[in-house]
């Protein structure tokens, strides 16, 4: 592999799942929050197209949940604290994309969003597990130094939805 090729790859493991180190994860061991973000990877995927109805979604939310293994949260209390609040903002953000007429372009290789606002310019958007503004400023360096090698340009906004606590982070060019 060409060493430019190589540097893509890691940027692209580590825009589509944050909480994975170089190796693999951390410990050999994965996290929760890798497993749990792998599955909102495909759920979001899966239902990035405005053709798949509310039954579909809550069949692929239903399907990811089931094979996640239980034994990778601290406990099952712990599990369904993070599957209910998860559930409920995976499903509003799937029924505010229904109702709104925009469809935005996903990047398959790194499950980003993204959005072109001018010639000149685009945003990115990506939904993750648990973020902390330590992860996110990560995050945007990642991110920006990836689209420019990619489309040859910055971001001028990233916009990360933190679905565990409903929250969302957002940077903007020259802030």
Sequence with gaps: MRPHTTFMYQYRKLIMNPFMNSEGSIHNQLSWQQTVQSSVNRIVFHCSSNSVTTFEFLKKVSEEWEVLKKSKFH????????????????????????MSAELKK??????????????????????MVGVTECVFEDFCIIVSIYCKYKFGRKPTVIEVYDLLHEKKFIWKEGR
């Design 75 to 98: 406990s099952k209390r712990h599990f369904h604290l993070v599957l209910v609040p998860l559930t409920d903002h995976l499903l509003k953000w799937f029924l505010a994309k229904k």
């Design 106 to 127: 996903i990047d398959s290789e790194t499950m980003l969003f993204i959005e072109s606002q001018e010639p000149s310019s685009f945003a990115v958007q990506k939904m």
